[in-house]
């Protein structure tokens, strides 16, 4: 499989200010397409800065990132899993949210022992 180009950190900066009215006000949802971009540039720099495919993140129904040095995973359901929402991921990887508070608020499934993906949050500051 090829590897995939590096993510820019201005592209992700630009995706991610773009949903920013909706990490502030949920009310303020942005299209999907501006939503699903600020989900994928945002999982690929995870997958950039903790290569690895010990652990899967999951942001349904926009993407799935493998990361995290350690044992490969290559069938079936992974033994170490991360899923949320759209609007948790955003906020976690900016860093409006602690993994901590994610996880008290069942915003977030992290199961498995490598499932603790915060050494890695926050991935983008987008300002203000």
Do not use: K, Y
Not at 32 to 46: D, F, N
Not at 63 to 72: D, E, F, H, Y
Not at 113 to 128: H, K, M
């Amino acid at each position: 499989m090829p590897s995939r180009r590096a993510v820019d950190p201005g592209e992700v900066r630009d995706a991610v200010a773009a949903v920013r009215p909706w990490l502030d006000d949920d009310a303020q949802r942005p299209a999907r397409p501006e939503l699903a971009a600020a989900v994928r540039l945002s999982l690929r720099t995870l997958e950039q800065v903790a290569p690895g495919n010990s652990v899967e993140v999951r942001v349904p129904p926009f993407a799935a990132v493998q990361c995290i040095a350690g044992p490969r995973h290559t069938r079936g359901t992974p033994p170490n899993v991360v899923e949320t929402d759209a609007r948790t991921w955003l906020l976690l990887a900016t860093g409006r949210l602690t993994w901590t508070e994610a996880v008290d608020q069942g915003a977030l499934i992290a199961s498995g022992t490598r499932a603790d993906i915060s050494q890695w949050l926050p991935l983008v500051r987008t300002g203000g």
